[in-house]
């Protein structure tokens, strides 16, 4: 449609009628009158990133590319090869992530944007509007992945002197590696919308979100980084490794767009192009065909039955409170709100799909520990204390999904805790103590079988599962408390609410913490490995040492969970 | 007993309410009417706790709203214009929710009588995702009510309610008023008001033009002295609306010259 041409009041200018120059106007409107702080913190923190993507990178390639080197090459085998299959698993990881949430984001924008109502009775085609909101999928699905794959392809092209092209061939192939899911998101989206069961679109999106992300999880497996370590313990011939080295750097799933997309990038930054470019340039093509031919037969019929599909079974009896409901009310106003918070979780695709992500981490978690080869007490040992710090990401990971976003999840409807008699205190505690079981049985789960899997010393072992508590309890806390102090109640997913500053200051205090745990837990690992004998079994916590060590983490953890709480009890108080 | 004492709201440079007074009595229902943006909306959110007054007290039931969250918000029910409820809840789930803040003891009665009031103890089962906005506006009357507050807060009543329930929620507010309870409503629709509002105070940019009851009102307004017909709230209201608004064209002017 043209630009629509209407009088002006102040002037001749013209009124512009694109959708895109809307949503920009309005994000300008956003920005103009938003806290000018609040924006200078999330640049000092976006900067930060990029600079650590920038150096980790560069020193990454540093290390890779010296490690084992001959002569004059200016990267040997093992780093280049070790370096290819990173780049592809990172890819395939990110990919994965965007196609978890690619067919729910796509529902959600799609279909029950609050601008549908208006965008739709007015005189534009539905496929521009289709256009828009697909572009506003692609943001919000794949918007974080984008930004944090071009820092890693900059360092890299830097590295090997990439020619001018690199730089925006790499560019066009990671964003395309994203905007297949999205696509696929979209396509899968209209097509559910169409013929679902009314009613139950957002599980089997989901369901379906969980089958594929699971798929590429699987993938990532079979990338099988362990082997690298295996075969190089047992090849005994030159000839054999440069084999090996040579097809562990080949793509270990050559039928992916990721791998695609990591072989153009590789290749283009020692300068040669590759032709896997076309395959991922046809495909997506064929995807936007695809996906445009779909929206012009189904959207705005699917839009429409999304409106008409509540489909209502009347049941006159009047159900009663369960057992559970009737226990959880004898601790008064938290406990029932544990029980609603419980049931809109089982109830909600988008929450409940968190519980599967956590799931499958710890599963993958676990996998991978035990597949790791490793020879020798202490080899085995600093691998264990490694997963110490590891333990602590991957809670930090689950707490932006399943912490932080507990009390953005009242929504509009917080109202009713606002107005209602309940302090903002036992709100938070509520939040809390809901969030925490899944945490701290994930913990227990990775502190437990990764020490016990790799058959760890006695005080590792210990020093794991009192980290797995701590890091429980307090991160959780630390996600409940900067969730209360700063929530977003106009999210739509737990995604959407993680992506915030308050999800950054989250996620960088976390990681403070569980780099914390592992400073205070790594004099006891550091002995227990150098002089077992020293102190046998246990013995060393016996020790005015090892009481100071348990003082501290039991300070620590204490100090951790209650402040981060009372922050956010506080914070909430005073929001309006 | 709702009691606010020189509040006001200021957001940034902007002043959405100037100092106000008022004062609802048990017994009462008082009536706060306005055009759009005359700081209504402001003021409701302000008693219960939604907005923090830049200055002076708004108590309800005797608590400081701000200073005693807890007591003042067991005192009263609020019912907003857009009943933003938890999709996923059914409509007897949310009610024994409700019941649950509140420590109601054995609800389930007075919550099966409330579904059966409004026609609603066939969809008490379904999830609220799957009512209409009729039927959801229905639930939250029920919500705000079902603790039998002493005090209960409306922002606009009538929104979505088809004739039928809204003569049930005019009644209900006024008999609720009956029982010596207070009833404090904000409405664009002056017959309401002027139906069911004991006392009403008229509110324009965040001052109140005036105070009191219709006969009241049509004494301050002037409205029989202006040689105006009748002495109906719409007149009323228009009249003050509009001196208010010549008032302020003659000090641009002056202010101008």
Redesign the interface.
């Known amino acids: 449609m043209s630009p629509v041409k209407t009088a002006n009041p102040t002037g001749n200018a013209k009124v512009s009628g694109s959708l895109l120059n809307l949503k920009f106007r309005a994000f300008y409107n956003a920005l103009a009158r938003g806290p000018k702080i609040g924006y200078l913190i999330i640049l000092s923190v976006v900067l930060l990133v990029v600079y650590a993507e920038l150096e980790g990178t560069h020193r990454a390639m540093t290390f890779l590319c010296n490690f084992g080197k001959i002569f004059n090459e200016s990267c040997s085998l093992v780093g280049r090869s070790v370096a290819q299959r990173a780049l592809e698993t990172g890819l395939i990881v990110l990919a994965s992530g965007v196609t978890f949430s690619a067919i729910t984001t796509a529902i959600t924008t799609l279909y029950s944007s609050d601008d549908l109502n208006f965008l739709l009775a007015q005189p534009i085609a539905t496929s521009r509007v289709f256009a828009l909101k697909l572009g506003e999928t692609y943001l919000s699905a794949a918007g974080v992945p984008s930004l944090l794959t071009v820092p890693p392809l900059l360092a890299i092209g830097l590295f090997f002197h990439a020619p001018f092209w690199f730089y925006s061939l790499a560019v066009l192939s990671a964003l395309l590696a994203y905007a297949l899911p999205v696509g696929l998101g979209a396509g899968v989206a209209i097509v559910l919308m169409r013929f679902a069961p009314a009613g139950r679109v957002r599980e089997v999106a989901t369901g379906l979100g969980v089958v594929l992300s699971a798929s590429l999880v699987y993938l990532i497996r079979a990338a099988k980084p362990e082997e690298l370590i295996k075969r190089l313990a047992n090849l005994d011939n030159d000839n054999a490794i440069t084999q090996f080295l040579t097809q562990f750097g080949t793509p270990s799933n050559p039928l992916l767009p990721s791998s695609w997309a990591s072989r153009v990038i590789w290749d283009g930054a020692r300068g040669s192009f590759s032709l896997s470019i076309y395959p991922l340039v046809i495909l997506s093509a064929l995807l936007l065909v695809v996906a445009g031919w779909l929206a012009s037969k189904a959207y705005q019929e699917g839009w429409v039955r999304g409106l008409e599909s509540?489909?209502?079974?009347?049941?006159?009896?009047?159900?009663?409170?369960s057992g559970t409901?009737n226990f959880f009310?004898k601790f008064?106003?938290s406990?029932?709100?544990i029980?609603?918070d419980a049931?809109?979780l089982f109830?909600?695709a988008t929450q409940w799909s968190q519980l599967l992500i956590l799931v499958a981490l710890g599963g993958v978690y676990v996998v991978s520990v035990r597949a790791f080869p490793i020879q020798g007490e202490l080899m085995k040992n600093a691998v264990g204390f490694m997963t110490l710090a590891f333990q602590g990401f991957v809670i930090s990971g689950v707490g932006i999904r399943m912490a932080f976003p507990t009390v953005s999840f009242e929504?509009?409807?917080f109202?009713?805790?606002?107005?209602?008699?309940?302090?903002s205190r036992s709100i938070v505690l509520a939040k809390y103590w809901g969030a925490l079981p899944a945490t701290l049985l994930l913990a227990l789960v990775l502190g437990y079988f990764s020490a016990s899997s790799l058959n760890l010393s006695a005080v590792l072992q210990l020093s794991s599962v009192m980290v797995a508590i701590s890091s429980a309890l307090a991160i959780t806390a630390l996600g409940v408390g900067v969730g209360a102090a700063l929530p977003r109640f106009k999210a739509d997913n737990p995604a959407e609410v993680a992506v915030s500053a308050g999800g950054l200051l989250y996620m960088v205090l976390s990681l403070f913490y569980s780099g914390f745990l592992v400073l205070i837990v790594s004099r006891p690992a550091y002995l227990s490995v150098t002089q077992p004998s020293l102190y046998p079994g246990l013995s060393y916590f016996g020790s005015f040492e090892g009481f100071l060590v348990l003082g501290l983490l039991l300070l620590f953890t204490v100090v951790g969970t209650i402040a981060p709480l009372w922050y956010g009890w506080v914070k909430l108080?005073?929001f309006? | 007993m709702i009691e606010i004492r020189d509040f006001s709201k200021r957001y940034g440079r902007v002043e959405a309410v100037s100092p106000i007074n008022l004062k609802v009595v048990p017994g009462e229902v008082f009536g706060l009417l306005g055009p759009n943006g005359a700081g209504k909306t402001t003021t409701i959110r302000a008693m219960?706790?939604?907005?923090?007054p830049s200055t002076g007290t708004v108590r309800v039931g005797g608590f400081d709203v701000w200073r005693e969250?807890?007591?003042a918000?067991?005192a009263?029910g609020?019912i907003?214009d857009?009943p933003?409820?938890?999709a996923?809840?059914?409509g007897?789930?949310l009610l024994?929710?409700?019941a649950?803040?509140?420590?109601l003891e054995h609800p389930?009665t007075e919550?099966?009588r409330w579904l059966e009031f409004f026609g609603l103890?066939?969809?008490?089962?379904?999830?609220i995702?799957?009512y209409s906005h009729g039927m959801k506006q229905k639930l939250t009357i029920i919500?705000a009510m079902l603790p039998e507050p002493p005090v209960l807060i409306v922002d606009e009543p009538m929104v979505g309610l088809d004739p039928r329930a809204a003569k049930q929620a005019r009644e209900l507010l006024a008999g609720y008023a009956a029982k010596g309870k207070t009833v404090l409503l904000t409405t664009h629709s002056l017959p309401v008001a002027e139906a069911v509002a004991h006392r009403i105070a008229v509110l324009d940019r965040g001052h109140i033009l005036a105070e009191g009851t219709l006969e009241e009102l049509q004494q301050q307004s002037g409205t029989e002295r202006s040689g105006v017909e009748g002495n109906t709230l719409e007149r009323i209201f228009f009249k003050l609306v509009e001196e208010e608004e010549l008032e302020r064209e003659n000090a641009r002017e002056k202010a101008a010259a």
Request: aromatic content about 8%; glycine content about 10%; hydrophobic content about 30%.
């Open positions: 509540s489909r209502v079974r009347l049941d006159p009896t009047p159900r009663v409170a409901e009310g008064g106003a406990g029932h709100l029980v609603k049931r809109l109830r909600d929504g509009p409807g109202w009713i805790l606002r107005t209602g008699p309940i302090s108080d005073q309006e | 219960v706790g939604l907005t923090r969250p807890v007591k918000k067991a009263f609020y907003p857009r933003y409820l938890y996923k809840l059914t007897r789930e024994r929710f409700i649950g803040l509140h420590k389930n919550i099966e103890e066939d969809f008490g089962n379904e999830l995702e799957t919500a």
